[in-house]
């Protein structure tokens, strides 16, 4: 008999994959409340012990880090909007703040904001307040799966 296995996805009620992302988000240097959205998953592998998240701006010059998650235990599995997280899971973004930074693109193109969720063999990846780079470096050898969730934003 085979097992069908579920597939690792992100998603989120605050907005769909390729859609823009609500004013909720926005930065508060740009105007907006800096509200991080609402996200969930399901069908983490088996052996999953952790849980990180990056969220990047590929169409910033240089590329760009607004969220930097990670630690999250294992049995997660969502994070509610607005979400405040203890520092030992919390990274620094590149506007060089630990937490969520929101949208806040020069005025023109559209930016595209990958939510990555990497399921990992490990339980914890570092130390607090480690940047993008640092988190991917960390993690590099202890993905299980990943799941990635696309929002648009444009000023």
């Given at each position: 008999?085979?097992?069908?296995?579920?597939?690792?996805?992100?998603?989120?009620?605050?907005?769909?994959?390729?859609?823009?992302?609500?004013?909720?988000?926005?930065?508060?240097?740009?105007?907006?409340?800096?509200?991080?959205?609402?996200?969930?998953?399901?069908?983490?592998?088996?052996?999953?012990?952790?849980?990180?998240?990056?969220?990047?701006?590929?169409?910033?010059?240089?590329?760009?880090?607004?969220?930097?998650?990670?630690?999250?235990p294992a049995?997660?599995?969502?994070?509610?909007?607005?979400?405040?997280?203890?520092?030992?899971?919390?990274?620094?973004?590149?506007?060089?703040?630990l937490g969520?930074?929101?949208?806040?693109?020069?005025?023109?193109?559209?930016?595209?904001?990958?939510?990555?969720?990497?399921?990992?063999?490990?339980?914890?990846?570092?130390?607090?307040?480690?940047?993008?780079?640092?988190?991917?470096?960390?993690?590099?050898?202890?993905?299980?799966?990943?799941?990635?969730?696309?929002?648009?934003?444009?000023?």
């Open positions: 008999m085979i097992l069908a296995v579920a597939a690792f996805a992100l998603a989120s009620v605050t907005f769909h994959p390729n859609t823009a992302l609500p004013a909720s988000t926005v930065y508060d240097k740009c105007g907006g409340p800096n509200i991080s959205p609402e996200l969930h998953w399901s069908g983490a592998p088996p052996g999953t012990r952790g849980f990180a998240l990056i969220v990047f701006d590929r169409d910033a010059t240089g590329g760009w880090y607004h969220w930097v998650v990670y630690n999250i049995p997660t599995n969502r994070l509610n909007p607005g979400v405040r997280l203890p520092l030992s899971e919390a990274g620094a973004n590149s506007f060089n703040r969520y930074g929101g949208p806040c693109p020069p005025p023109g193109n559209v930016h595209h904001y990958v939510f990555t969720l990497y399921a990992l063999n490990v339980s914890r990846t570092g130390r607090s307040g480690m940047t993008g780079p640092e988190v991917e470096a960390a993690i590099r050898k202890h993905v299980l799966a990943h799941s990635t969730l696309t929002g648009l934003y444009q000023r």
